[in-house]
């Protein structure tokens, strides 16, 4: 299994509460992944970053924000939880091979309640 | 527009039977093309990949999957479930920037 945990594995806040999840990783992969997974939905990208202080948005960024200071360390914060924000997180990594599409490997995610 | 279908939303089979998960993708390019698979409560785990090559894919647990260009499917099989392969399968899309698409899953409940 890769290298991937996620902290806290459970969290209930309140509404209007910032929330931050890490992920950490010890491959030292570039690539880094914040996902959703709702019911019916599918996981949904809400940002990523191919390196060290380079982020991107994804399909469902709003109301999200992250960063990226060590290769290893990616930290999705949710600046004032909503009801909507109740969801599982996943976080991924890959390394991907110039011009090429490599695999993404997934955290055993965070279950976060917002009341 | 890129996009993953999984039409089944929900597959029951019998213990010992066989498996076929459907996928339809829709894409501009070469695909690359995944199957997970999600247990409750658990993370995704990679059962196989296409990139190229060999059409039928050979992964993990005892699954393969084929894909066929022409009917833009990357259908998931298996010959004979286990009471253990009960879980949610995703099938994806790998695009541009290193992205995946995900399809919206189907769950799998096995009968004894």
């Known amino acids: 299994d890769a290298g991937i945990t996620q902290s806290p594995r459970h969290k209930v806040t309140e509404t209007g509460t910032p929330v931050t999840l890490r992920c950490h990783q010890t491959?030292?992969?570039?690539?880094m992944y914040w996902y959703r997974q709702d019911p019916g939905h599918g996981l949904r990208l809400i940002h990523y970053s191919y390196g060290v202080k380079d982020t991107d948005k994804g399909e469902v960024s709003d109301g999200y924000s992250v960063s990226r200071s060590k290769t290893e360390d990616f930290l999705l914060t949710l600046e004032s939880a909503t009801s909507s924000q109740t969801s599982v997180y996943f976080c991924?990594?890959?390394?991907?091979?110039?011009?090429?599409?490599?695999?993404?490997?997934f955290g055993p995610g965070t279950r976060l309640l917002v009341l | 527009a890129q996009s993953v279908t999984q039409p089944d939303i929900h597959i029951t089979v019998s213990e010992g039977a066989s498996l076929e998960l459907r996928c339809n993708y829709s894409?501009?390019?070469?695909?690359?093309l995944f199957w997970y698979v999600q247990s409750p409560g658990q993370g995704l785990q990679l059962l196989l990949k296409?990139?190229?090559?060999?059409?039928l894919v050979q992964g993990i647990k005892g699954f393969e999957a084929e894909f066929k260009r022409s009917q833009s499917s990357f259908n998931l099989r298996k010959p004979s479930v286990h009471w253990s392969d009960a879980a949610e399968y995703f099938c994806?899309?790998?695009?541009?920037?290193?992205?995946?698409?995900f399809g919206k899953g189907t769950r799998l409940h096995i009968l004894p």
């Open positions: 994806a899309l790998g695009i541009r920037d290193d992205k995946i698409i």
């Open positions: 894409y501009g390019a070469t695909p690359y």
């Open positions: 491959e030292n992969h570039r690539y």
């Open positions: 991924a990594i890959s390394d991907p091979l110039a011009g090429g599409q490599e695999t993404q490997y």
């Open positions: 296409y990139f190229s090559g060999d059409t």
